[in-house]
């Protein structure tokens, strides 16, 4: 069997490239094994010249990278199997990219926060990234469907950007405009903890007056800020391992053509940054605390109604007004979100999943779980965990 010889141009300072990699060597684990090579620029520097001669001197069978910038174009033109991630100028034509699913962040990240009981919105992207408009764009969409306004961060006036250090000087006064409580959706973990730091400077308080979520996941990110920041959990690893799969189709000779290879963002990671129910009822924000600390255990209307200390009628006619949405349909949501965790992060069976969620027959669990997530759970497992 040839051990094929894969360039890996791909980052290591964000999680996103960490976890690409992660799931690049799992694939060369089960299929390989490959040879692999990677930079290493802690210890060498090369210039552009350098390392278009270094990878060509390599021979290649096939090419793995993130954006690169002045190197991508000698590289795509070499005639060897490549998959490509483009950051600033998009995918690369008549090629397999690898692209992220921003229709179901920016969705997910609206559904989230209007579940925290926000009914005040902001968006605060890059504006010359088109991955963060496509975010910000599908996010406020969403929003709208749901009768809700979105006010996006607008870049600093003038053709020269601030600086990364003087930016949060500008989000501060945007943050000002805003009415309280609410809650704003950064396009990276990065964005994120800027708009931390602009909260520190105007003394809004994080989570109770301005709550922020980004995406990525980046725990060297979202862990030191103050508080941790919640995210959107990328799926790159599940990413990195489709990806070897479809390069080593064609090492092997087999035409792919233009496909897109997706990074799915299976869930939030809720962390101190937006821990916290924006509900001005405060029936409604018992109920809700109760449904948070039982869902699990096979809760009823019933059952809530009695810990808040209303009727249920009464109970269900706040939440609705609230919510938008029944208390049957929020205790749901968050058992089928939580099967989603131990789908994708554990090998317990579909069978031991539903009995852990206090299901007597797996038909009923099936039956909720794709009613709220669009798939059954084994298809979910398929999608989203290198394990299904």
């Keep these: 069997m040839k051990a094929y010889r894969v360039a890996l141009l791909v980052e290591e300072e964000r999680e996103i490239g960490r976890s690409l990699l992660r799931g690049i060597a799992q694939y060369s684990r089960t299929h390989g094994p490959w040879i692999f090579y990677r930079e290493v620029p802690f210890y060498e520097q090369l210039s552009y010249s350098e390392r278009i001669q270094r990878i060509k001197d390599w021979r290649a069978d096939g090419i793995i990278m993130r954006e690169q910038g002045r190197l991508d174009a000698p ?28 229709r179901q962040i920016g969705t997910m990240a609206a559904d989230y926060l209007i579940g925290k009981g926000f009914r005040y919105f902001g968006f605060c ?33 003038g053709r ?42 105007t003394g809004f308080k994080v989570p109770e007056e301005v709550a922020l979520l980004g995406v ?26 489709d ?8 090492m092997q000779g087999e035409p792919v053509g233009e496909i897109t290879i997706p990074i799915s963002a299976p869930r939030v990671i809720t962390r101190q940054s937006t821990d916290i129910v924006a509900i001005d009822d405060p029936i409604v924000a018992n109920a809700l605390n109760h449904i948070r600390e039982h869902y699990r255990k096979g809760i009823t209307v019933v059952d809530i109604a009695r810990a808040t200390g209303v009727s249920r009628r009464v109970l269900e006619i706040h939440f609705r007004k609230s919510m938008d949405r029944s208390i049957y349909e929020e205790v749901l949501r968050l058992r089928m979100n939580h099967a989603c965790i131990l789908l994708m992060e554990t090998n317990l069976s579909v069978a031991q999943i539903a009995e ?17 997530i669009g798939v059954s759970p084994s298809a979910y497992r398929k999608q989203h965990s290198i394990r299904g």
């Excluded at 060897?80 to 921003?102: E, F, K, M, Q, T």
């Excluded at 010359?128 to 408009?133: D, L, V």
């Excluded at 929003?143 to 979105?150: E, N, P, R």
Aim: aromatic share 12%; net charge negative.
């Design 243 to 250: 990806a070897a799969a479809v390069l080593h189709r064609m």
């Design 125 to 157: 992207g890059f504006k010359s990234m088109w991955w963060s408009a496509d975010r910000g764009r599908f996010f406020a969409e969403h929003l709208h469907a749901k009768g809700f306004d979105v006010n996006v961060y607008p870049s600093p006036p």
């Design 356 to 372: 852990a969620l206090n299901y007597e027959e797996i038909k009923y669990f099936s039956r909720g779980f794709k009613k709220v």
């Design 75 to 102: 590289l795509l033109e070499l005639g060897v199997p490549l998959i490509y991630s483009g950051h600033r100028c998009g995918p690369a034509p008549g090629i397999p990219n690898i692209l992220g699913d921003d």
């Design 160 to 201: 020269k950007s601030p600086s990364w250090a003087e930016e949060p000087e500008f989000m501060a006064e945007w943050i000002k405009t805003l009415p309280k409580p609410c809650a704003i959706f950064a396009c990276t973990d990065d964005r994120c903890r800027q708009l931390s730091e602009a909260c520190k400077r």
């Design 216 to 241: 990525d996941n980046d725990e060297l990110v979202c862990d030191f800020a103050s508080p941790p920041l919640s995210s959107l959990m990328l799926n790159a690893e599940k990413t990195g391992y």
